[in-house]
């Protein structure tokens, strides 16, 4: 599987709501470079430092995907929303590294003013 056919199928399955776990290697690495800048290391440390986030998407949008050997970049569009609060648009850089089939770590940049406080 190349890097582009990993992180379509990320993000793909991402749309669907099922599967795009698998698309994760579990030492995998995650950078939020939104301050506070937040790290975490492992697959499961990482879908429970992300869970609210992944609750909130109503929408996604892949702008586009830049590849390199094992380095990919994807440009996004999220809809967003809380329970009970208004939808609001968050667009994201996505920077990945794929090896073997499996993303081994992700990076991530967006503005958090659009999010509620």
Same mark, same amino acid.
């Given at each position: 599987m *190349?890097? +582009?056919?990993?992180i379509?199928? !990320?993000?793909?399955?991402? /749309?669907q ?5 698998a698309?994760l290697?579990d030492?995998?690495?995650?950078t939020?470079y939104t301050s &506070?800048?937040k790290r @975490?290391?492992? /697959?499961?440390a !990482?879908l429970?430092?992300?869970k +609210?986030?992944?609750?909130?998407? /109503?929408a996604l949008? @892949?702008?586009s995907i830049?590849v390199?050997?094992e /380095? %990919?970049?994807?440009? *996004? +569009? !999220?809809e967003?929303q809380? &329970?009970g609060?208004t %939808?609001?648009e968050?667009?994201v %850089?996505?920077v990945?590294? @794929?090896?073997?089939?499996k ?5 991530? !940049?967006?503005?958090? %003013? &659009?999010?509620p406080?």
């Open positions: *190349t890097t +582009r056919d990993t379509q199928g !990320y993000f793909d399955s991402l /749309k709501n099922k599967g795009w776990e698309f290697s030492e995998m690495t995650f939020s &506070p800048i @975490v290391t492992g /697959k499961g !990482y429970e430092a992300t +609210r986030f992944f609750s909130m998407i /109503k949008e @892949v702008k830049l390199d050997g /380095k %990919a970049c994807a440009l *996004t +569009r !999220y967003l809380i &329970p609060g %939808a609001f968050s667009h %850089a996505e990945f590294e @794929v090896q073997k089939g993303i081994k770590s992700f990076d991530i !940049y967006f503005d958090s %003013a &659009p999010f406080k």
